[in-house]
């Protein structure tokens, strides 16, 4: 059973940085696209950045392209979502997911962690 869990999250005043990670589990690493979503109150889960099974290659929504940026260690079983210029509109709850094929929509990705809080103060 794939088992994703992700760190990192916290409080961060407009403009600061934030690294999270997800660590997975239960499978073989390597054969995953991984993803990063986020949800905040009351709005729709939003997937804002995508990255392919070797890293090479990398997908970002409009909203956090240039601030955001996705990384993924296959030794280490670890993809990263390093977060900079970071504004109150990024506040949500932000989770990691795994899917079998790079590229796809919200709906390909099978596997989900509990999702970590972040909050940017104004």
């Known amino acids: 059973q794939v088992q994703l869990v992700e760190s990192g999250g916290g409080l961060v005043q407009a403009g600061g940085s934030l690294r999270l990670s997800c660590a997975v589990s239960?499978?073989?690493?390597?054969?995953?696209?991984m993803g990063w979503s986020r949800q905040a109150p009351g709005k729709v889960r939003e997937l804002v950045a995508r990255?392919?099974?070797?890293?090479?290659?990398?997908i970002y929504a409009d909203s956090v392209k240039g601030r955001f940026t996705i990384s993924r260690d296959n030794a280490k079983n670890t993809v990263y979502l390093q977060m900079n210029s970071l504004k109150p509109e990024d506040t949500a709850v932000y989770y990691c997911?795994?899917?079998?094929?790079?590229?796809?929509?919200?709906?390909?990705?099978?596997?989900w962690g509990q999702g970590t809080q972040v909050t940017v103060s104004s």
């Open positions: 997911a795994a899917a079998p094929v790079f590229g796809g929509s919200m709906s390909g990705y099978r596997h």
């Open positions: 239960g499978g073989t690493f390597g054969d995953y696209a």
């Open positions: 990255i392919s099974q070797n890293g090479g290659s990398t």
